[in-house]
């Protein structure tokens, strides 16, 4: 298939992956570093106690990283694999960010709501 007929199937291209996975990156610097909890919905955090915001943005946007650098690895495993086999990547490193996000909300907002 050619790339315009994949691009009409919702098929991602490289450079999609590429910012992808960036944004991902930023906005984990955001909430680790920078400790920006008001980028998330509220009510991810509302039972967060203010002595455990600075955990919970860690963990968040460590887990924010990881699919992040997934999304990275993912677009440089596609040029040397291929196809769906490249997915492995990303299927893994979103798996891990998303239980570390689900600890996080479990541990400091004592749910998912």
């Given amino acids: 298939m050619y790339k315009s007929e ?10 999609d992956i590429l910012f992808l996975g960036l944004l991902f990156v930023y906005l984990g610097f955001l909430l680790w570093v920078k ?9 991810h955090y509302t039972k967060v106690k203010e002595t455990d915001k600075k955990a919970y943005t860690r963990i968040m946007g460590i887990a924010m990283i990881v699919i992040g650098i997934g999304c ?32 996080g909300q479990i541990k400091y907002n004592h749910g998912l709501f």
């Fill in 6 to 15: 994949l691009k009409k199937k919702g098929w991602f291209d490289l450079e």
């Fill in 72 to 103: 990275l690895l993912t677009d440089v495993a596609s040029l040397f694999i291929g196809g769906a086999k490249s997915g492995i990547v990303f299927g893994g490193s979103f798996t891990i960010g998303i239980l570390m996000m689900l600890y």
């Fill in 35 to 43: 400790e920006k909890i008001n980028i998330m919905h509220d009510y």
